[in-house]
């Protein structure tokens, strides 16, 4: 059972920046499309970024299209999140999925992603 180990969330002001990161328990990142969930108390849970495994084009919401970047390290094994300009809006659990599928990530729904992290809580607050 492939495990996902997330960090680097935490409260910061808004305009401030976070990275936030994510290491699976086997060197397997290129065998996954791979993406990064968020959820707000009260609201469901929504895509941010992704990166099929076919193509290795990154994808992401339009709320943050420009300020995050996702980010994949072979070498390290390690999934990141570079999140900028942070807003209060930005504010929830974040969480980092592996799906074994190849193609279409940012068509997917999270029952499509096989493994999920445990979620680190991002707060956005002055």
Not at 4 to 30: H, M, N, W, Y
Not at 57 to 71: C, L, M, N, P, W
Not at 74 to 92: C, F, Q, R, S, W
């Amino acid at each position: 059972q492939l495990h996902l180990a997330e960090s680097g969330g935490g409260l910061v002001q808004p305009g401030e920046s976070l990275r936030l990161s994510c290491a699976p328990s086997e060197f397997t990142l290129d065998r996954f499309s791979i993406a990064w969930f968020r959820q707000a108390p009260g609201k469901e849970r929504e895509g941010v970024s992704c990166i099929s495994a076919s193509d290795g084009i990154e994808h992401y919401a339009d709320s943050v299209k420009g300020r995050f970047t996702i980010s994949r390290d072979n070498a390290k094994n390690t999934v990141y999140l570079e999140m900028n300009i942070l807003k209060p809006e930005d504010t929830a659990v974040y969480y980092c999925a592996f799906g074994l599928f190849s193609y279409y990530c940012s068509d997917r729904k999270p029952y499509e992603y096989e493994y999920w992290g445990q979620g680190t809580q991002v707060t956005v607050s002055s």
